[in-house]
């Protein structure tokens, strides 16, 4: 065994020192035209022929009328709508989309097929974008939403992968330790899954069944993220300082002992202070690895290894570089640069077991340093602040002592120059993308840097050649048509995650926090000796309730119409008392007849029937005795308000008679959803309805919100019914199995789980849709119907 494992050593050890001397030929060659300055005349040359297309001549009258118009290039919607009006989207996604199949895919430009293949992408994102942008609706205007991401796998039938993946996204999420940026490793996860399938869509071609399509997608989402966890859980853990130096031994040696033996080993003993994190992480890219292990060709199976360890031997190599070390020599600071930029973009396309056309290995391995110097320079100050040591935090820091440093920002023009004339043959249209790029990410670096570091920069790495740096900084000045669909994605993809974050941190705090208020208002006084039903109410009302009903109600009446807390104090009281009369009924012996409600034995078994009919009944009539007591608002509004109240008491007493009257019978999908609607729905629609009639909405608004709560009720009840099947009793707080016991048709009975789980996920993205017709904040009731989707209890 210990010879075998000499053997693969010596095996990937020397596969690294033939990619390393791949790379230092290539850094000599570079080397050798920085120290020519062969690169000064060549891209001076073509920027004044590439100027032509981006330095525009306005009078002063078109000047202003341009821009007025040009919204911000982060405001995603708005940006997208005016680059259409102006008739810039074309070229726009044109140079967007011929950057990704050069950089992602490997492809060379010049190449008819290519070109045609580019056209065919942007005009189905033209339509894409153009559509979603007019009709303006939730569910088109967040690229990467969860109701996005559904429809689209509906439509492409992996609509159970779809699910898959969102609830892999949102563990990941759940599980990024403080100390890392979470939505950067969501955004990034996000990134490489869509690449992996924008690979995989460019090899299955236009002639493949829809049968054969759906096959290859679900195989290309799964391997997207089995391949896009290892960045956050592998690269971005180990510089995170999150492990003790210990650890981080231990995990890299974890990890490089997986990839030279194609075998993930056990884990073993961890110290306390990380290993709850490092048992689910080693689960995970343990199940990651071996998934993509059963996917990968014969042919590709030895490259796919040899890309990997190249690519964690080169990250290793580069993170225990120390900034307070002066003597680092050039080819230290940039082979592993060339290495880990290339092979991650070779592992890519070995995930999926691509055909490779005639020079993609060239042009992949000399392509990737260009796209890495690029990122290091946009995240220098940041790496700097970290000690981390890049050629541009290195070169800062040692300048002036080394002069024999290679200057990071000179090797980034001369790889331009090899790229555009010796890669991609002088190509116009290579030439044209590659420049485009370069001058949109000086301008996105002056903008987020501000101008005096920008100067400061400019100064110190363009010092050498004043008159070319002249010519760069008029084109980031004075260019414009540079800027591409990606950076303006990842824009608004960070920004989202973000937001949604805080907005979900505001979420579950305002849950909290509305949730004990409302539990010190719930029990009801005693009056005079021990009355039994009051006893009896109050048991009930101080079970583990989560409350949403009133929460929903608060968060409606007070944050978005305005109303006075103590003036909605009744009615969130009555909403709380109906509710819980309603589960006292339904657990009754003649009912469903369940022993655990809310974590405790239910109101019948510790009382008695009678008590707990009795007790019901006194809850719904004492829940009207509150709406009465809403003398802050018109007696009209209240009446109406009361009316409707009752109105919808009798529907969920016809859902109730429809559920016992279903026991032991077989219901349609149609029959199941009108009882739930009946059974959930409606109390999820009376608590958003009552706050909006004492605000006196308009109807329209209304319509909205009942259709949000048709769609939400029913998947609540959904999700209730997988419980029942999956949950935990512990954590829910009652047993599970009771609707089998009770043989309840329920959505899992008839169309099964993961039948079911597509329907909660479809009337998920039915509830989003409609929320397009209330013109309020809605993130409250967004991340409702996300809690719904994703419970555990």
Request: aromatic share 10%; hydrophobic share 35%; charged share 25%.
């Amino acid at each position: 065994m210990n010879c075998m494992n000499e053997e693969l050593i010596k095996n990937a050890n020397v596969s690294y020192q033939l990619a390393e001397q791949k790379a230092a030929h290539y850094f000599k060659s570079l080397s050798k035209q920085v120290i020519e300055k062969t690169y000064v005349q060549t891209i001076t040359k073509d920027i004044q022929t590439w100027k032509q297309n981006h330095i525009h001549h306005y009078s002063i009258l078109s000047f202003f009328s341009r821009t007025k118009g040009k919204p911000d290039t982060r405001v995603y919607h708005n940006y997208i709508q005016w680059l259409d009006y102006t008739g810039k989207l074309d070229n726009y996604l044109d140079r967007s989309i011929s950057y990704i199949f050069m950089r992602d895919l490997g492809k060379a430009l010049d190449s008819p097929e290519t070109q045609a293949r580019v056209q065919r992408v942007v005009d189905n994102l033209k339509i894409q974008l153009t559509q979603s942008t007019a009709e303006n609706r939730m569910v088109n205007t967040e690229p990467f939403s969860m109701a996005v991401l559904y429809r689209w796998a509906q439509k492409e039938g992996i609509e159970s992968t779809m699910i898959w993946v969102l609830n892999k996204l949102k563990t990941v999420s759940d599980n990024i330790p403080k100390g890392m940026d979470a939505e950067n490793a969501q955004r990034k996860l996000i990134k490489i899954i869509a690449g992996v399938i924008m690979h995989e869509v460019e090899e299955m071609g236009d002639q493949i069944s829809p049968e054969e399509r759906s096959k290859k997608l679900d195989a290309a989402i799964r391997l997207g993220y089995s391949y896009g966890i290892t960045y956050p859980f592998i690269d971005d853990l180990l510089d995170a300082g999150i492990l003790t130096s210990e650890e981080e031994k231990q995990y890299s040696n974890l990890i490089r002992t997986t990839l030279i033996t194609g075998t993930v080993p056990v884990l073993g003993s961890w110290p306390e202070k990380n290993v709850n994190l490092i048992r689910y992480i080693h689960s995970e890219l343990r199940t990651a690895f071996e998934y993509i292990k059963s996917h990968l060709r014969p042919e590709t199976r030895t490259k796919f290894f040899e890309q990997a360890y190249v690519f964690f031997h080169s990250q290793e190599v580069d993170r225990v570089k120390s900034l307070s070390n002066a003597n680092y020599t050039n080819e230290e600071l940039y082979i592993p640069v060339i290495l880990k930029s290339s092979s991650s973009r070779l592992i890519a396309r070995s995930v999926i077991s691509a055909r490779e056309d005639e020079g993609f290995d060239m042009r992949t391995f000399f392509y990737g340093i260009y796209n890495q110097l690029a990122d290091d320079f946009a995240d220098m100050f940041d790496d700097l602040k970290e000690g981390r040591v890049t050629p541009y935090t290195y070169y800062m820091t040692y300048h002036e002592k080394r002069t024999d440093l290679i200057n990071p920002f000179e090797l980034y023009w001369t790889v331009i120059s090899n790229l555009i004339h010796n890669v991609y043959h002088s190509d116009r249209k290579s030439c044209e993308v590659i420049l485009d790029r370069a001058i949109n990410g000086l301008k996105r670096f002056k903008e987020r840097m501000g101008p005096e570091n920008y100067h400061y920069v400019m100064k110190l790495f363009s010092s050498g050649h004043p008159k070319f740096n002249r010519v760069i900084q008029t084109m980031v000045r004075k260019a414009d048509d540079v800027d591409f669909f990606d950076k303006l994605l990842r824009d608004h993809m960070i920004t989202t995650l973000k937001e949604e974050r805080k907005e979900q941190v505001d979420f579950l705090e305002t849950i909290k926090t509305v949730r004990n208020q409302i539990n010190n208002i719930l029990p009801i006084p005693k009056k005079g000796k021990m009355d039994p039903i009051i006893a009896a109410a109050n048991y009930s009302l101080e079970g583990d309730g989560k409350r949403l009903r009133p929460i929903m109600t608060w968060v409606m009446g007070v944050n978005e119409y305005g109303l006075e807390k103590s003036a909605i104090v009744p009615l969130l009281k009555s909403l709380e008392y109906m509710h819980t009369a309603s589960l006292i009924f339904d657990d009754l012996p003649s009912q469903d007849n369940a022993s655990i409600r809310r974590g405790r034995p239910t109101l019948h078994q510790v009382y008695n029937v009678s008590i707990a009919e009795l007790t019901g009944l006194f809850l719904t009539q004492k829940a009207i005795e509150e709406q009465t007591a809403l003398d802050q608002f018109d007696p009209k509004t209240v009446l109406n308000l009361i009316q409707y109240s009752a109105q919808m008491t009798a529907v969920m007493c016809k859902g109730q008679a429809m559920d016992l009257d279903s026991k032991g019978k077989q219901l349609t999908l149609e029959q199941l959803n009108k009882m739930c609607f009946y059974k959930t729905g409606i109390a999820f629609e009376a608590s958003l309805i009552m706050p909006a009639i004492l605000a006196r909405a308009k109807e329209s608004e209304m319509e909205g919100l009942k259709k949000f709560a048709h769609h939400a009720g029913i998947a609540f009840q959904i999700k209730d019914d997988l419980l029942d099947v999956e949950g935990d009793s512990i954590v829910l707080g009652k047993p599970i199995g009771k609707d089998a016991e009770n043989n309840n048709s329920t959505f899992v009975s008839i169309l099964g789980s993961d039948g079911a789980r597509k329907q909660m996920w479809d009337h998920y993205c039915l509830a989003m849709e409609a929320l397009q017709e209330v013109p309020r904040n809605i993130s409250f009731l967004k991340h409702l119907l996300n809690y719904i989707v994703h419970r555990d209890h």
